[in-house]
């Protein structure tokens, strides 16, 4: 017994008309049902590339790369902080590990985070080539001839007019084209389009997508960035031995980096005194004369904070700021050993500061031996006094700075080969200086006070000149205007393809078999939108000035403005166009 099935009818010639007539309103590739691909490569081949330029695939692909992104926001970065990422293996050896394998401490050099950006950049790409070169075909072509029945849109109107069907046609012409369509004649009627900076909207948003997915990795493989601390008086050279610390991408060279140079002549900083806000910087900037290349004239500006100096592809901002006390050792015979401004680091938002002076070289101590000095050193630029009970400062201006000192002699280590940190002192081969009671000596200064070390081993003055330092970062990361640019097209291009509707209209006039002149006028947009009725109502009112109504027809209206229309009838519903017309 054999089983036999219905089959779908067939689509009328009505159907298929209408459907052609909303052909191509959008470059967007269709959704073919694909079944698997023919064995041998060639058909594995072209079902991988059919699924990778797909619409879903490329979504997917962008929602990975997203979601990809977040570790390497929450989880610290060997690039960017490798003490962090110590600290984070210490405090979890075993989750270290498993980070370790799978990339997640340099998230964007990974191998799984580059095969998704690679992938969505293959994708962009062979989607974009196609539907650009269907839309060239498409501004090549012309308009879509006029379905046999227009009535059967979803907006439309007619009338009878003395008007020849040749004149009719004409003032369509001339109407449609004043109003930015392309417009011809096709057989008996006028079809016209417009909107097609849709197109170019959703054309322009992809390209840009590209545009700054190069800009991001060009930019992330050739930027730099490093830190430095400048004190008053002094100057920094872009060059990698001048920074305190410095990271850069996977093909930076050390040619890249710009030739140029500055001095920080003088740092204003000025605070709220009062309110809510008090010791909140008003004034944040930085003097500096600079120079580009080994023979640059000497030019003055200022750097503020969001305000860098820009150099080239460089740009300087200024990051941090604090205070370089002025100290002088003499050593036992009154010889003065160390003479400078020692940069303190920040430990509050009042500018309470720690760090360290190291005397290296030249001293001796009152047997004329040879030794080195360490001092703890902790500032505030603005004391409380005793009454108050701490050493902390209150304020972040220079009111009542006091500098408390505790001094250590010995060997500080600095000629191990071992690199040290300048705001720290291994201790592990220094002793104390003790004071009467035998405890650790310490006093604290005011400017210009000298405390003298114990059995006369020499002296350290608290100058009354208290300088400056601010940090700086230097970045220079190429890409960057490509990649603003890019974002602004892909806010254009989107918008453009939000608010732009592709639509197009037909005007058919034809004489009648009592020799009136009948005309048809219609409009088919890509979505469901009331602009298109609306559009073709103000066009059919100018186009029924130039060719009036016959009045008195029965059950023709002598206004297109009067004919029914079924999108604004009352009680029905709207028509809905042939299967086709809307899904392009």
């Known amino acids: 017994m054999s089983k036999t099935t219905a089959s779908d009818p067939a689509p009328s010639a009505e159907d298929r008309e209408l459907g052609e007539a909303g052909s191509q309103l959008s470059t967007a590739p269709k959704e073919e049902a694909t079944g698997l691909p023919s064995l041998g490569v060639v058909g594995w081949v072209r079902w991988f590339w059919r699924q990778l330029t797909s619409m879903r695939v490329a979504l997917l692909l962008l929602l990975l790369l997203s979601l990809g992104a977040i570790p390497g926001s929450l989880i610290p970065q060997s690039g960017q902080d490798e003490t962090k990422v110590a600290d984070f293996r210490k405090a979890h050896p ?71 069907p040749e004149q009719v046609h004409q003032a369509a012409l001339a109407l449609l084209r004043k109003r930015r369509f392309r417009a011809h004649l096709t057989g008996d009627a006028v079809a016209a389009e417009k909107g097609y900076l849709r197109e170019v909207g959703n054309l ?43 990271k850069s991408g996977n093909l930076f060279s050390s040619d890249d980096l710009v030739p140029f140079s500055f001095n920080l002549k003088k ?32 030019k003055t500006d ?51 500061s720690s760090g360290v002076v190291k005397v290296l070289d030249g001293y001796r101590n009152a047997q004329g031996e040879k030794e080195q000095l360490g001092f ?79 059995n006369g081993a020499g002296s350290v003055t608290f100058g009354k000149d208290i300088k400056e330092w601010a940090g700086f970062q230097v970045v220079q990361q190429p890409g960057s205007g490509w990649a603003l640019a890019g974002a602004l097209a892909a806010i254009g291009g989107l918008a453009a393809s939000l608010f732009i509707q592709r639509r197009r209209v037909w005007v058919r006039a034809v004489r009648g078999a009592d020799g009136v002149t009948v005309v048809e006028m219609a409009g088919l947009g890509r979505s469901e939108s009331a602009k298109v009725p609306e559009e073709l109502g103000h066009l059919a009112g100018d186009l029924y000035e130039q060719a009036p109504g016959v009045p008195g027809v029965p059950g023709v209206p002598d206004d297109p403005a009067d004919s029914p229309d079924p999108d604004q009838e009352p009680g029905t519903e709207p028509p809905v166009p042939a299967e086709g017309a809307e899904k392009q």
């Not at 545009?211 to 060009?218: C, E, P, Q, R, Y």
């Open 302 to 352: 200022t750097v503020e904070v969001n305000h860098p100096l820009e150099i080239g592809d460089s740009k300087v901002y200024l990051v941090s700021h604090g205070y370089a006390p002025v100290i002088t050792v003499r050593d036992a015979k009154g010889k003065v050993v160390f003479d400078d401004a020692v940069p303190l680091l920040p430990l509050d938002s009042n500018v309470t």
């Open 94 to 164: 075993t989750l270290g590990d498993v980070y370790d394998k799978i990339g997640m401490f340099h998230v964007y050099s990974s191998v799984w985070f580059s095969a998704i950006y690679i992938l969505l950049f293959v994708s962009l790409i062979g989607c974009i080539v196609p539907r650009t070169w269907q839309f060239v075909g498409q501004l090549r072509g012309l308009p879509p001839g006029a379905p046999r029945r227009l009535t059967r849109l979803p907006a439309h109107t007619t009338w009878r007019t003395t008007a020849e």
């Open 267 to 298: 740092f204003t900083g000025t605070y709220e005194r009062t309110g809510p806000n008090k010791g909140t910087p008003r004034v944040y900037k930085a003097g500096i004369t600079y120079s580009t290349g080994a023979y640059g004239k000497d």
């Open 204 to 246: 322009v948003f992809h390209i840009a997508l590209i545009v700054m997915l190069t800009a991001f990795a060009w930019g992330q493989l050739y930027k730099s960035e490093g830190n430095k601390l400048v004190v008053e008086g002094d100057g920094f050279s872009n060059t990698l031995t001048q920074y305190d610390d410095f």
């Open 376 to 454: 703890n050193a902790f500032f505030v630029p603005t004391f409380g006094g005793h009454a108050s009970g701490t050493m902390l400062s209150q304020f972040p201006a220079l009111d009542n700075p006091l500098l408390a000192l505790s001094a250590y002699h010995g060997d500080l280590g600095a000629d191990s080969g071992i690199p040290q940190s300048v705001y720290q002192m291994d201790r592990s081969n220094m002793k104390e200086f003790k004071n009467s009671e035998g405890k650790l000596f310490k006093k604290l200064l005011k400017p210009g006070e000298t405390m003298k070390l114990p």
